[in-house]
């Protein structure tokens, strides 16, 4: 009977940690497989902006898009995520959706609406459109930020 008390227990204790186990796995796995997608969008963005730099332009679409696609998975898996709303406008307006790009950022403004990126990003698609005035409201919201988005909108807004 002793032995039998034994096993179970042990039995009963790997059947524990086995089912803890398998449960963290699975319900974190959206977590790890959205950030994953994220990281890895990021870096065909980096690698796209080189290619722009080169001016390889035709090699840049490619590399945008396939980070478009990875943002839009990414995206499935949150859809409050700004930083992920930043990136597919970003992919959208430079593979030339802009209207695509105006809707995910200003979707990605409703859960950050002093988000850096999306308000610099959207102050050039405002420029990029001759919506001077729009881009002016964005420039303003960074305005307190001393940041590089401001600069930079700054500088687009001014050699407009």
Same mark, same amino acid.
């Given at each position: 009977?002793?032995? #039998?008390?034994? /096993?179970?227990?042990?039995? +009963? $204790? ?5 089912? #803890?186990?398998?449960? !963290?796995? %699975?319900?974190? =796995? ?12 990021? *870096? ?9 730099? #080169?001016? *390889? ?5 490619? @590399?945008?898009? *396939? ?20 990136? &597919? =406008?970003?992919? %959208?307006?430079?593979?030339?959706? &802009?209207?695509? !790009?105006? /809707?995910?950022?200003?979707? =990605? @403004?409703?859960?950050? %609406? ?7 990003? @959207? ?8 919506? $001077?005035?729009? !881009?002016?409201?964005? @420039? !303003? ?11 930079? &909108?700054?500088? +687009?807004?001014?050699?407009?």
């Amino acid at each position: 009977m002793k032995i #039998n008390i034994k /096993i179970l227990s042990v039995l +009963l $204790i790997t059947f524990f940690f086995s089912f #803890n186990f398998v449960y !963290a796995a %699975s319900s974190g =796995g959206d977590s790890y497989d959205q950030q994953d997608l994220y990281k890895q969008g990021k *870096k065909l963005v980096q690698r796209a902006k080189k290619q722009e730099k #080169n001016n *390889k332009i035709e090699k840049a679409q490619k @590399l945008y898009l *396939k980070a478009y696609k990875k943002f839009e998975k990414a995206h499935a898996k949150d859809k409050k995520n700004p930083d992920i709303l930043n990136y &597919l =406008g970003y992919t %959208s307006r430079k593979t030339g959706n &802009l209207e695509k !790009a105006e /809707i995910y950022y200003l979707k =990605g @403004l409703t859960f950050d %609406s002093s988000h850096l990126g999306i308000n610099e990003y @959207l102050g050039e698609l405002y420029v990029q459109t001759n919506r $001077i005035d729009l !881009a002016k409201e964005r @420039l !303003a919201i960074l305005k307190s930020c001393n940041c590089e988005e401001y600069k930079e &909108l700054k500088e +687009l807004i001014e050699n407009k």
